[in-house]
């Protein structure tokens, strides 16, 4: 039995490979401790007579010590964690490649013949929508603030293109020109409105980044993991940005696993 944990800043994410499955769990982040571990190994009802090896990854995990109840704690990077998790789930094993982790962040790496290599990130991702959110429209609820953007519409809020200039090369002018330019001159707004406007930027944003690190790397697509491209208005958003430069997005179901999946991956090939 291997297991792996990636101790992200708001969920914890366990792997455990027995018998050749894999079983997902998650939890609300706490501070990276071993009474944390013991916590969630009860849990989880994890059985220590068979576990092999445990894979770290993600915040000040390299702060644990090597062994755990005897046994062996392997320290995973960011980028080998992403990158595996990617080949992992996408199955693409000797491609180069972009992935993007969307989580409270977003993180960008590339993979070329055999070798993660990180690109960068950005402090812009699911903890930027909750915190604005409450601020904002009184929740941090990410289901919540889904569903209130669904309802939505951006354009009370956002400037596109088509409202300021006539044209601007090949650009649709459905494109935004200004995220939350029209809200300087509207007094009341909806919640709604506010979620759909907050959540499409965010989107944008991470859109953005992953498409500007495409074409750096030559690459035509990028592969995603993440909660936070789990809400479906920011991956529309995600969507749209990449189209701009005719980069495709890649986006498989249990991708919020992705980075804890990588983890265990890389212990299993040990």
Do not use: W
């Amino acid at each position: 039995m291997f297991v792996a944990i990636d101790f992200g800043i708001t969920n914890t994410d366990v792997a455990v490979n027995q018998n050749g499955d894999d079983t997902f769990y998650s939890f609300p982040s706490r501070p990276i401790t071993n009474e944390f571990i013991d916590y969630i190994f009860n849990k989880i009802d994890l059985d220590f007579v068979n576990l092999h090896k445990i894979g770290v990854t993600g915040g000040k995990s390299s702060n644990l010590s090597n062994t755990y109840k005897d046994v062996p704690i392997n320290k995973i990077n960011e980028e080998e964690a992403i990158g595996r998790g990617a080949i992992a789930l996408y199955d693409i094993y000797d491609e180069s490649f972009v992935a993007v982790s969307t989580g409270t962040g977003t993180a960008c790496i590339h993979h070329s013949e055999g070798k993660f290599n990180y690109l960068g990130g950005i402090s812009v991702g699911g903890g930027t929508l909750q915190g604005l959110s409450k601020y904002l429209i009184s929740t941090e609820n990410a289901k919540d603030i889904e569903e209130l953007a669904k309802k939505g519409d951006r354009k009370e809020l956002d400037f596109l293109i088509g409202d300021v200039v006539n044209e601007v090369g090949s650009l649709n002018q459905d494109i935004t020109a200004s995220n939350f330019g029209k809200a300087r001159n509207i007094e009341n707004t909806s919640k709604e409105d506010t979620a759909a406007s907050l959540s499409n930027m965010i989107g944008e944003i991470i859109g953005t980044i992953s498409y500007l690190n495409a074409l750096l790397c030559n690459e035509n697509k990028v592969y995603f993991l993440g909660r936070t491209s789990l809400n479906n208005v920011i991956k529309t958003a995600i969507e749209d940005r990449l189209k701009l430069a005719n980069i495709s997005g890649v986006f498989k179901e249990s991708r919020e696993y992705g980075n804890v999946l990588g983890a265990l991956r890389s212990i299993q090939s040990d």
